[in-house]
């Protein structure tokens, strides 16, 4: 008996470790961040550093470090592909969730998860030699690596989450709705998009910034589909370089404890912090949408 | 007494969620403006055999009627019949009031939009009309905008009776309309029931059999899918031809 109970708390023991595990984990990804940061963010100032657009640490004068041509860029870019997915999404999910013919379901659910698998870098190679050129014909443009091309790829990264969430914040409206709808005499795209959509809500916003948060983060695709020119961005057209690709490209070569270095670490203390709250965020008004259907 | 006309006819009717046959030959006569009921022990087929009458059972898979069902003498079973039109004639109100999370003027209005009436005059009038045949208007007529989801549970209901009357149907189903209220909210519906019958054809599912017997002239009886009996409501309740009607109405079983 007395065993029996001593196994029962090592294995609660063992599964608290766990989760306290991945606590640490995130705090010391912070720590280490911020730790890195500092010494940087001192030496420019927080308002060179997120006021100024000038990203310039090779110059032959006064190396600039201003990151807000990458902040522009990146929220650019983010809301780009939000433009895109978050409409498409919310369709796909509506039309899963209540129109498709079970048929049509089982093939299709299994499609957006795979669509989910595609390894980043594939998805950029298809930005450079599938979108870019459709794009430079289609605008008139040299090249077509630009702020939309990388919206259109991460777009295509963010739908999966925005399906699948949106679908499964549809699926837990309460059935007696979309009854009353179709008893008054309403179709099932009337009943999806005027009754069950605006029940679900909050469940669809927590989804679309989860799909957010994922476009934030993306660095593969957009490094090689934006064309990384650090200049400030003049439109979606213009070629863009966002602190995901920042970080990518010049973390490697840089010398360490320069100030360059520790620059680079505050773009990904941003950037963190940035995905932190929109994660935090959407997993608040989830939890939200769930109490209220209760 | 002028003959009554008949509004929905079933006959030979089966009905089958998937190899369950849970319908078995029944054939009804149910007459316009007029409240039929149907009672019978849980389980029995009450609710399946009404929700036949809208094709609600549409959205069970593995759900399949047989027989003939018409109303006015018009099939309602084959696949050239359009749901939404016969939905739109044949109005439902469900056991648990289901308001949607909109305002109260949204809720009745929402039949009206989603078949194409934008005129705000005339879903005004038509919100207005329906609530107060709903005997609703006087409680919320100052508090339109107010969410639905805020109304007591018998003026929910009274609510839903006034959505389905907004698209001016001919026919009202109820399912068990009150099972989920109070006394005095059921004997507002009871009321409010009665004063409908004069426009609509009612046809109720109830567990309460005083209910059946106060508000209906015809009721049928239900057992195991088969109907056992149907008839005027004072003789099924009076002189019960069959024996098996007896017990159940004089609480012998069910």
Redesign the interface.
Known sequence: MKIKRIKEKVVEGLFFLNGLIVIIILAGIFLLLLKNALPGLKEIGLMEFLATGYWNPDAYGKATYGALSMLVSTGMVTIGSLLIAVPLGIGTAAYLSDVAS?RVREIAKPVVEILAGIPSVVLGFLGIVLVGPLLAKLTGTYNGLNAINGSILLAVMALPTIISLSEDALNSV?R??A?????????KW?TVT??KV??AASGIVAACMLGMGRAIGETMTVLMATGNAAQFPTGFLSSVKTMTSTIAIELGEVAYFTTHFYMLFSVGLVLFLITFVINLISDIVFNKHMKMLK | MPLAKVKIKISDFNFYYGQVKVIKGVSVEMLAKNVTSIIGPSGCGKSTLLRCFNRMNDLIPGARAEGRAEIEGVDILGPQVDVVELRKRVGMVFQKPNPFPKSIFDNVAYGLRVNDITDRLIIEKRVEQSLRSAALWDEVKDRLKDNALNLSGGQQQRLCVARALAVEPEILLMDEPASALDPIATARIEELIVELKKHYTIVIVTHNMQQAARISDHTAFLMQGELVEYGKTSDIFTKPRKKLTEDYITGRFG
């Open positions: 079970p309460p007696s709705y009854e009353a709808s179709l008893a008054l005499g309403a179709n009337q005027q009754v605006p029940a």
